[in-house]
């Protein structure tokens, strides 16, 4: 029987699937849902799979993970979330520069090794400006210096557990009488590294430690929270000085400019310029003079579909493309305008393109599952921006409500009438000014069903791409994509009914637990 089923040699392998130059070759827009990726050799555990990468050409996360810059996903809370799991958050623009400068600095001040540029405060201010200052920063323990500033003599420390239990009638008490003098504290001196400073906190089991100069003036700070961190958050994004790394969104108009000189005083490290359709002159306009007024501020572009679209931005100076046009589950660009393409599409065409310039894509929009991650990342994505997928999340803005027994939040487009309501940063993002008589939505308004934290959820996430790459093959990112501009790597078109089958099916009913 064997001899009527070997008609080759062994040896013979037929070529199977596509590469990625076929699968777009007839000029076909292709969703993720449109196409699989064809299984390689499995040699590795799916935790040796390294997902470092490029958000940009400076900046690298450990996740390629970045949530978007909407009012309804990414303020402080969202943002130290993700750095803490290795990705980044975007701060949204829909709001007052001041407003959005403070959530960056919320990030930058959430304390990781040395606090180099500590809040402080002085002896004459009383126990109600603490209270204030916890409300402001989200933290209560305080060095005291003489002239309550950074680089003053240091003369105390003040903790929550100092006026924690005082009565509002004795918020007009100085400070000096409750704080803890300078005779009390565990110090170290200027020059002290890491390792022995974290040695002190462990042996002293102090909250703080201050860092002082041989005059007894205040250099830095390490707080015992941040050993806890470091060792909870093993792939934290963190910039030279230690602290997490965190974004920010403007528009192109020049009124952001002022916006944009608070959030690099706040210290962000990176800028999207946030515009539906990124291949105007105002953006290219806007990416010259950033570069030119901070030339060490990355920068991302876009949104842009095309390799046209993406040349410009790339000849302007930019450190990084955002890919997408109409795909997110809450925009209606493609519907209204009639103008978009395909998510699978944009990502392979720009990608391809932007990588010979060592310019690294973010794949923005279309992602509902994890397998959607891993399809963007092997058609070139360095990251992927997640909208709809984090929004139902309990860092995301909002409160959550009910309605029908599912505990839900409230997820909205940027482009849709009650966000370009909320604040005209919004509408600068579709190009629609105040003065329009009639306001084009290009996105609606509607529910999330609650996913619980991000510290469970990205894990999730993390733990389904590096399975993903196992399955291809691929040991790292890195790997991955190389398999792919190879040919290395294989997919195959899905037809609707291999979609369906390659769903939950046949069933009378099920329970769909992912995590």
Same mark, same amino acid.
């Given at each position: 029987?064997?001899?009527?089923?070997?008609?080759?040699?062994?040896?013979?392998?037929?070529?199977?699937?596509?590469?990625?130059?076929?699968?777009?070759?007839?000029?076909?827009?292709?969703?993720?849902?449109?196409?699989?990726?064809?299984?390689?050799?499995?040699?590795?555990?799916?935790?040796?799979?390294?997902?470092?990468?490029?958000?940009?050409?400076?900046?690298?996360?450990?996740?390629?993970?970045?949530?978007?810059?909407?009012?309804?996903?990414?303020?402080?809370?969202?943002?130290?979330?993700?750095?803490?799991?290795?990705?980044?958050?975007?701060?949204?623009?829909?709001?007052?520069?001041?407003?959005?400068?403070?959530?960056?600095?919320?990030?930058?001040?959430?304390?990781?090794?040395?606090?180099?540029?500590? +809040?402080?405060?002085?002896?004459?201010?009383?126990?109600?400006?603490?209270?204030?200052?916890?409300?402001?920063?989200?933290?209560?323990?305080?060095?005291?210096?003489?002239?309550?500033?950074?680089?003053?003599?240091?003369?105390?420390?003040?903790?929550?557990?100092? +006026?924690?239990?005082?009565?509002?009638?004795?918020?007009?008490?100085?400070?000096?009488?409750? $704080?803890?003098?300078?005779?009390?504290?565990?110090?170290?001196?200027?020059?002290?590294?890491?390792?022995?400073?974290?040695?002190?906190?462990?042996?002293?089991?102090?909250?703080?430690?201050?860092?002082?100069?041989?005059?007894?003036?205040?250099?830095?700070?390490?707080?015992?929270?941040?050993?806890?961190?470091?060792?909870?958050?093993?792939?934290?994004?963190?910039?030279?000085?230690?602290?997490?790394?965190?974004?920010?969104?403007?528009?192109?108009?020049?009124?952001?400019?002022?916006?944009?000189?608070?959030?690099?005083?706040?210290?962000?490290?990176?800028?999207?310029?946030?515009?539906?359709?990124?291949?105007?002159?105002?953006?290219?306009?806007?990416?010259?003079?950033?570069?030119?007024?901070?030339?060490?501020?990355?920068?991302?572009?876009?949104?842009?579909?095309?390799?046209?679209?993406?040349?410009?931005?790339?000849?302007?100076?930019?450190?990084?493309?955002?890919?997408?046009?109409?795909?997110?589950?809450?925009?209606?660009?493609?519907?209204?305008?009639?103008? /978009?393409?395909?998510?699978?599409?944009?990502?392979?065409?720009?990608?391809?393109?932007?990588?010979?310039?060592?310019?690294?894509?973010?794949?923005?929009?279309?992602?509902?599952?994890?397998?959607?991650?891993?399809?963007?990342?092997?058609? /070139?994505?360095?990251?992927?921006? $997640? /909208?709809?997928?984090?929004?139902?999340?309990?860092?995301?803005?909002?409160?959550?409500?009910?309605?029908?027994?599912?505990?839900?939040?409230?997820?909205?487009?940027?482009?849709?009438?009650?966000?370009?309501?909320?604040?005209?940063?919004?509408?600068?993002?579709?190009?629609?000014?105040?003065?329009?008589?009639?306001?084009?939505?290009?996105?609606?308004?509607?529910?999330?069903?609650?996913?619980?934290?991000?510290?469970?959820?990205?894990?999730?996430?993390?733990?389904?791409?590096?399975?993903?790459?196992?399955?291809?093959?691929?040991?790292?990112?890195?790997?991955?994509?190389?398999?792919?501009?190879?040919?290395?790597?294989?997919?195959?078109?899905?037809?609707?009914?291999?979609?369906?089958?390659?769903?939950?099916?046949?069933?009378?009913?099920?329970?769909?637990?992912?995590?």
């Amino acid at each position: 029987m064997a001899d009527y089923l070997i008609t080759g040699g062994t040896g013979y392998v037929p070529d199977d699937g596509l590469n990625g130059a076929q699968l777009f070759a007839n000029g076909e827009g292709l969703t993720y849902n449109d196409f699989l990726i064809l299984p390689g050799f499995i040699d590795f555990s799916a935790d040796e799979v390294d997902l470092t990468s490029a958000l940009t050409r400076k900046i690298s996360l450990k996740a390629p993970l970045v949530s978007s810059p909407m009012d309804t996903v990414t303020e402080a809370r969202m943002a130290i979330a993700m750095a803490l799991c290795g990705g980044i958050g975007i701060i949204h623009h829909n709001c007052t520069p001041e407003f959005q400068a403070n959530e960056v600095r919320k990030v930058k001040k959430y304390k990781q090794g040395f606090i180099i540029d500590p +809040v402080v405060m002085g002896p004459k201010q009383t126990v109600g400006d603490i209270w204030k200052y916890k409300q402001e920063y989200g933290f209560s323990g305080f060095p005291i210096t003489e002239n309550g500033k950074m680089g003053g003599k240091l003369v105390g420390l003040i903790t929550n557990r100092d +006026v924690d239990f005082l009565p509002p009638e004795k918020y007009g008490t100085p400070i000096s009488d409750v $704080m803890n003098p300078l005779d009390k504290l565990v110090l170290a001196p200027a020059g002290v590294t890491l390792n022995e400073a974290n040695k002190i906190l462990q042996e002293s089991r102090k909250g703080k430690l201050p860092i002082v100069n041989e005059s007894g003036e205040l250099v830095s700070l390490m707080a015992r929270t941040d050993l806890k961190k470091n060792r909870e958050f093993p792939l934290a994004s963190k910039d030279e000085k230690k602290q997490l790394l965190v974004g920010a969104a403007v528009s192109t108009h020049e009124e952001d400019r002022h916006r944009l000189e608070l959030l690099v005083q706040a210290g962000v490290d990176v800028v999207v310029l946030d515009s539906s359709q990124g291949n105007s002159i105002f953006q290219i306009n806007m990416i010259r003079h950033l570069k030119q007024l901070y030339p060490e501020l990355q920068i991302i572009g876009g949104n842009v579909v095309t390799a046209a679209q993406a040349k410009n931005l790339i000849d302007a100076g930019v450190d990084a493309l955002r890919v997408g046009m109409g795909s997110g589950s809450i925009c209606i660009t493609q519907e209204v305008m009639a103008v /978009g393409r395909p998510q699978g599409t944009s990502v392979y065409k720009v990608a391809e393109y932007a990588r010979r310039f060592g310019v690294p894509v973010i794949a923005d929009g279309g992602i509902q599952t994890v397998g959607h991650t891993v399809k963007a990342l092997a058609l /070139g994505a360095s990251t992927v921006m $997640m /909208g709809s997928l984090l929004a139902g999340t309990s860092e995301s803005p909002g409160e959550y409500f009910f309605a029908d027994g599912v505990r839900l939040k409230k997820y909205r487009g940027m482009g849709s009438l009650d966000a370009m309501e909320r604040h005209k940063g919004s509408a600068i993002r579709y190009f629609t000014s105040e003065s329009d008589k009639i306001k084009v939505a290009q996105g609606v308004s509607g529910n999330i069903v609650d996913k619980g934290t991000i510290h469970k959820f990205v894990p999730y996430l993390i733990a389904g791409i590096q399975h993903g790459c196992q399955d291809i093959g691929a040991k790292s990112l890195s790997v991955l994509r190389s398999m792919m501009y190879s040919g290395e790597l294989k997919f195959e078109k899905r037809t609707m009914s291999a979609q369906v089958e390659g769903g939950v099916h046949g069933l009378h009913s099920y329970e769909k637990r992912l995590f």
